[in-house]
């Protein structure tokens, strides 16, 4: 999956697990950034489904870089740090980190939704990186989540063939 970002920048990802940073213009590869643990690279399956980019006010650009098989990170542009999303909080009981499907930012600042193996969705807190809440979307296999772009709607899909919208 690709996403282009500000600056005739295209971001793309796969699943080696690399992050890719391409020159629109020449199709030049000016930066890769690797997946933040080895443990996140042996275990990457699909980096591609959550790659999300949040243009922020300030010259920054934040990634939000999660997918089946490595946990969620957040990577700031320029410069390319790399925090991990996901520290604990009180609905964090049985999470392994990387069985993420995919993932999303809040239209309120401070959050993302993270969509996971087992059919739940988790709000994490940017600030802390604690799983704030959680609750069961599908019964089967999910697929995707998505924010709508300025109201407080979130949008989750399985393999029960039902799209389900939900208050954010």
């Excluded at 690279?41 to 939000?64: E, F, I, Y």
């Excluded at 089967?140 to 208050?167: C, F, Q, R, Y």
Aim: glycine share 10%; hydrophobic share 40%.
């Amino acid at each position: 999956g690709s996403v282009m970002m500000p600056e005739s920048t295209i971001v793309s990802a796969g699943g080696d697990g690399d992050v890719r940073l391409w020159r629109a213009a020449s199709g030049e590869c000016i930066k890769v950034i690797p997946p933040w643990s080895s443990s996140s690279a042996s275990n990457v399956r699909d980096v591609a489904s959550a790659l999300v980019c949040q243009p922020s006010r300030t010259s920054t650009t934040t990634l939000l870089i999660a997918g089946r098989g490595i946990e969620p990170c957040v990577v700031t542009l320029p410069g390319g740090a790399v925090e991990k999303l996901i520290a604990g909080g009180p609905d964090a009981a049985g999470w392994k980190g990387t069985d993420v499907v995919a993932a999303t930012w809040s239209t309120r600042d401070g959050f993302v939704y993270v969509l996971r193996e087992c059919g739940k969705v988790a709000v994490v807190s940017r600030s802390t990186g604690n799983v704030e809440m959680e609750w069961r979307a599908h019964d089967k296999e999910p697929l995707a989540i998505a924010h709508h772009p300025s109201k407080n709607l979130l949008a989750t899909t399985g393999m029960d063939n039902v799209v389900k919208l939900w208050k954010s």
